[in-house]
Nanobody, 121 residues
Framework: QVQLVESGGGWVQAGGSARLSCVVSGRTSAMGWFRQAPGKEREFVATISVFGTRTDYADSVKGRFTISRDNAKSTLYLQMNSLKPEDTAMYYC?????????????????WGQGTQVTVSS
């Protein structure tokens, strides 16, 4: 069974940084980060191909967030810099069905439990 466990969420002031981690077991595939704010639907944040050679980002986070992975440690990361209050959300890591970058909810079939990131002004 595929399992994903996120960590690293918490409180940060606007302009600050945070680093999320996701330990993955049971599958090696493309991965992604999504987020969901209160009253909103889950939205794509970033994705990375199976060996980390390609990445893609939502326009709202491009230039501020960096997705990476360490397959030897079975861990996915999201480095978040220059955080804004509008980045406040539950952040979820997800495992895709395929090996290439993927930005649609439909592309992912396994999800972590989420970790809360709160950015204060």
């Amino acid at each position: 069974q595929v399992q994903l466990v996120e960590s690293g969420g918490g409180w940060v002031q606007a302009g600050g940084s945070a680093r999320l981690s996701c330990v993955v077991s049971g599958r090696t595939s493309a991965m992604g980060w999504f987020r969901q704010a209160p009253g909103k639907e889950r939205e794509f944040v970033a994705t990375i191909s199976v060996f980390g050679t390609r990445t893609d980002y939502a326009d709202s986070v491009k230039g501020r967030f960096t997705i990476s992975r360490d397959n030897a440690k079975s861990t996915l990361y999201l480095q978040m810099n220059s955080l804004k209050p509008e980045d406040t959300a539950m952040y979820y890591c997800a495992a895709a069905r395929g090996v290439g970058v993927a930005s649609r909810l439909y592309d992912y079939d396994y999800w972590g439990q989420g970790t809360q990131v709160t950015v204060s002004s």
